[in-house]
């Protein structure tokens, strides 16, 4: 299990992510790193996993008809997935000069 946190790091400073930093990781929104204050997010790859985590539940209640402990371990499974999937990548900024 450690193995999959093996790479939770600044892709820039190589610094370990906190498993909060890890679930604060956004597509859309970077992060800044701690000791090198370069910005950081996420690729976005666990989107679909973490829908599938989230349907997955209430199709076992709904459609099976299974024991809802099933669809209760089920949504206890979603931010563990979160946290093995969220991988940090580099962000660049692309600065123009603009003088008028």
Do not use: H
């Amino acid at each position: 299990m450690l193995k999959l946190f093996k790479n939770k790091v600044c892709p820039w400073c190589g610094r370990k992510l906190r498993i909060s930093e890890l679930f604060a990781l956004d597509v859309y929104l970077p992060d800044q790193c701690e000791k090198c204050r370069k910005f950081y997010n996420t690729d976005g790859f666990f989107f679909v996993p973490m829908l599938a985590s989230l349907i997955f539940p209430f199709l076992i209640v709904e459609i099976f008809e299974l024991n809802r402990i099933l669809a209760f371990v089920g949504l206890i499974l979603m931010p563990i997935t979160f946290l093995i999937l969220a991988t940090p990548i580099k962000v660049e900024f692309n600065r123009k000069n603009t003088k008028s």
